[in-house]
């Protein structure tokens, strides 16, 4: 990834790369619609991005562009959108890893059918800003991010830190780890 995608990005675009679980996806678009009317006063974008292996219908997402005047529905390819947003919210895909190595802010927002959610959970013994957010957390923190742009910058900065962690090999395989693995392996 080249530093200045991350400079270009547009931080009142919010991406929802939906997955191809369909539960996870109709309770993300859900909780979309939701979001959208809790951010309406503000200049946010949300951007709905359909996964390639769960198209939605079609007159469906007709009508959450028409009635939404800040929810867009975008079938551009996923890359180009994660270069020109500055935040990407999740539910149950690993696209958020492509996002942060894109350099968004990536945040997950809780499911409330799903315990187990959360993909960027193994980062929090080094990444302590990682977490799940509901839907009223989630637009507090959106506003805060808006309104102040050292927070914003902070939270650029742990990000980039947590991309440098994964395109460095958070789990690098050594010498060390090597052994450890050949001994588990063995029964030792």
Request: hydrophobic fraction near 40%.
């Amino acid at each position: 990834m080249k530093i200045y995608s991350i400079l270009k990005k547009n931080y009142k675009k919010i991406l929802f790369p939906l997955s191809k679980i369909k539960d996870s996806s109709i309770e993300l678009v859900d909780k979309v619609l939701a979001l959208g009317k809790m951010l309406s006063e503000t200049d946010f974008k949300l951007i709905i991005k359909p996964h390639p292996d769960f198209p939605l219908n079609q007159s469906y997402l007709e009508k959450i562009s028409t009635n939404h005047t800040n929810i867009f529905v975008s079938e551009k390819n996923i890359d180009e959108l994660l270069d020109e947003c500055g935040f990407s919210i999740f539910m149950a895909t690993g696209a958020a890893y492509d996002a942060i190595l894109k350099g968004s802010i990536t945040l997950t927002l809780k499911s409330e059918l799903n315990l187990s959610d959360n993909y960027l959970d193994i980062f929090r013994k080094n990444c302590d800003f990682i977490d799940s957010f509901d839907l009223l957390s989630l637009k507090e923190l959106l506003i805060k991010l808006n309104s102040d742009n050292n927070r914003l910058n902070n939270y650029k900065k742990k990000y980039f830190e947590l991309r440098n962690l994964i395109m460095n090999g958070f789990n690098k395989v050594n010498e060390e780890r090597l052994n450890i693995f050949c001994l588990d392996k063995n029964g030792n």
